[in-house]
């Protein structure tokens, strides 16, 4: 089973730009979509961005079209999120997570981007908007 680690969270002021990474610490990432989700203090675990593992299929929630774009490269093992025109409450734990593809978009559709679909998890890197 792969395993995940995520790096890149940190302080930023409104308006700047953060770009998480997710790498295999084991295994490969090649045949896993990935996805990133957030989590705020108290709130559910949400799907942000996910990606399938030929970076042609993707997912972004609403509320950051246009402002997150996620990316994969194979060849370093390795999937990223950047992060642009961060807003306060852009604010949570990240975390990357590893889905087997088979059937996903079978079975699951335009929710394949759910926290339940994803098997293999990173321990979260915090990041933090100040207004």
């Known amino acids: 089973q792969v395993q995940l680690v995520e790096s890149g969270g940190g302080l930023v002021q409104t308006g700047g730009s953060l770009r998480l990474s997710c790498a295999a610490s084991?295994?490969?990432?090649?045949?896993?979509?990935i996805g990133w989700f957030r989590q705020a203090p108290g709130k559910e675990r949400e799907g942000v961005s996910c990606t399938s593992s030929s970076d042609v299929t993707k997912y972004s929630a609403d509320s950051v079209k246009g402002r997150f774009t996620i990316s994969r490269d194979n060849a370093n093992n390795t999937v990223y999120l950047q992060m642009n025109s961060l807003k306060p409450e852009d604010t949570a734990v990240y975390y990357c997570?590893?889905?087997?593809?088979?059937?996903?978009?079978?079975?699951?559709?335009?929710?394949?981007?759910?926290?339940?679909?994803?098997?293999?998890w990173g321990q979260g890197t915090q990041v933090t908007v100040s207004s």
């Open positions: 997570a590893a889905a087997n593809e088979y059937q996903l978009w079978a079975r699951y559709g335009s929710s394949w981007c759910t926290r339940a679909n994803f098997a293999s």
């Open positions: 084991k295994g490969t990432l090649d045949y896993y979509a």
